[in-house]
């Protein structure tokens, strides 16, 4: 065990840091454009989404909360600023706080905060340094985009009278939730990012004390925190390494196990906490659900023996006409598996932000908005009561998810290390 | 009709984790002492179905 939870610490530093450096550019999704707002019509938004003169939009608060954003909101109008990191080809790094941009009342260098995120102006004309805008406008668009007509939303960013089209932010995703790659690069550290960071440190902070602890009572009893943590260490070892991986091989890869299932608890459960240390959805972002996924998929393949790849490639004791349909099927099996480790992930705790803000959005709806208060109160009743119920579910959840990431990525794991892989699997039966 | 798609998927997958659901629990009354091999067996296949579902989920939002 000793031993063991070394190893542990070095692998996590390794993979905070790797999350931090891949995340951040495209750790952003969602948000943009589903805000909700009524069609053909342009009017004024304001930086967090709520606070529009014709009525609650649910969808729309709901989709920026679950989003990332370059500052954190913590009440009312109170919003703890953080660096940004800002890179466009044409202008050269900039960086900042979010602070500066006053909720969406600044340019900075031609960049602009728009719902919380950093969107750019797209004219090279607009002036560079700070400049105070009137506002920033939305509009609907019709595109036609692969022969069916499409609603996008068109933000506008107003200067002296004039309007001026803002490049969406930045992502890696090629706009499947919104965004895209687009004229500027965003590798600033958003509420996201601040959060994964929270989570390695904390993980850090706690572990060392915990492998302190194995250090100090070997062959003894385990004391405090030690304590606390040892049923999930002899958990993950016996219920999910051992028996997915094989008493052979498993000790080589439950850093990884462990690192996976303590990083993905922390932000689950971070993830459920309201307010500011918490309240971000990381798990819930298909970027880091990603970044988790391709790590898993690199760990299988580059762990996988001869058998392994003799079983994607060339199925031995087969006929061949039926090998030449399963090849092709087995080689989209090695990239689904870890596509569908990454949407598992990315759903289930998505849905169960959506379903607790939805929750939390029935007072506003049944209040109309401030306008009846005894539909507030009953609004805040069913919404709190089932929101208490939903919380503890997804209690659950965010241990069962972090539970199955690591059992499956432990199966995959076991599937490409398994020696004699015929002889094994008629015992095991 | 994505939606439409959606609410089919998660009809799928409801009957997949209940199927597995209550042949796990047949299993455990009839051999308690395996309940543990069985209940992590439960979840993984569990999971498997869910992710059938996850991605039509996913092909659901896409049909938009």
């Known amino acids: ?71 954190f909101h913590v009440w009312y109008n109170t919003h703890i600023a953080l660096p940004c990191f800002l890179y466009a080809p044409a202008q050269g790094w900039s960086f900042f706080s979010s602070g500066k941009f006053e909720h969406g009342h600044k340019a900075i260098d031609g960049y602009v905060l728009n719902h919380g995120r950093v969107n750019r102006v797209a004219d090279p004309a607009f ?42 932010p930045s992502t890696l995703d090629g706009g499947f939730l919104g965004g895209g790659i687009t004229s500027f690069y965003d590798f600033s550290i958003t509420k996201n990012v601040f959060t994964m960071l929270l989570a390695a440190v904390l993980l850090v902070f706690l572990f060392t004390a915990v492998a ?90 580059l762990n996988g023996n001869k058998h392994y790849w ?17 090849t092709p099927v087995e080689i989209l099996g090695l990239f689904l598996r870890p596509f569908s480790l990454m949407i598992r992930l990315f759903a289930n705790i998505s ?58 990525t432990a199966s995959y794991i076991g599937s490409a290390v398994e020696d004699h892989h015929h002889h094994e699997h008629e015992e095991a039966h | 009709m994505g939606a439409i798609g959606a609410g089919i998927a998660a009809l799928g997958a409801g009957l997949g984790v209940g199927l597995i659901g209550s042949q796990a629990m047949a299993a455990i009354a009839r051999q308690p002492e395996a309940a543990n091999d069985i209940r992590a067996n439960m979840i993984l296949t569990a999971a498997l179905v869910e992710g059938a579902a996850l991605f039509a989920i996913v092909v659901g939002l896409l049909a938009g």
């Open chain 1, 127 to 168: 002036p560079k340094g700070e400049v105070h805008i009137e506002g920033i406008t939305h509009q609907k668009d019709t595109v036609l985009k692969a022969g069916k007509e499409k609603v996008v939303d068109v933000y506008f960013a107003t200067y002296e009278g004039k309007s001026w089209l803002l490049d969406k």
């Open chain 1, 212 to 301: 302190r602890g194995y250090r100090r009572n070997e062959g003894k009893a385990p004391s405090g925190i030690q304590s606390f943590f040892e049923p999930f260490f002899v958990f993950i070892r016996d219920e999910v390494s051992k028996p997915m991986i094989g008493e052979k091989h498993y000790e080589r890869f439950q850093p990884y196990i462990m690192t996976l299932f303590f990083f993905i608890l922390f932000c689950n459960l971070l993830g459920l906490v309201p307010f500011f240390p918490g309240s971000s959805n990381v798990t819930g972002n298909l970027a880091v659900t990603l970044t988790l996924a391709v790590f898993t998929f690199l760990v299988v393949s």
């Open chain 1, 1 to 71: 065990m000793v031993r063991v939870n070394r190893k542990i610490g070095f692998v996590w530093a390794i993979a905070a840091g790797l999350l931090w450096a891949a995340s951040p550019l495209f750790a952003q999704e969602h948000g943009q454009e589903q805000n909700g707002h009524t069609t053909g019509e342009t009017h004024e938004t304001h930086s967090e989404g709520h606070g529009e003169s014709d009525g609650y939009d649910a969808v729309g608060t709901v989709m920026n909360h679950i989003a990332d954003a370059n500052e």
């Open chain 1, 351 to 408: 849905a169960g932000h959506i379903i607790i803000l939805s929750l939390i959005g029935l007072i506003f709806l049944f209040g109309k908005n401030g306008e009846s208060v005894g539909g507030a109160v009953a609004g805040g009743i069913i919404g709190g009561l089932f929101t208490v119920f939903m919380n503890l579910i997804e209690l659950l959840v965010a241990f069962l998810q972090a539970f199955i990431f690591s059992i499956l």
């Open chain 1, 310 to 326: 003799e079983h994607v490639f060339w199925m031995p004791g087969i006929p061949a006409w039926v090998k030449i349909i399963l």
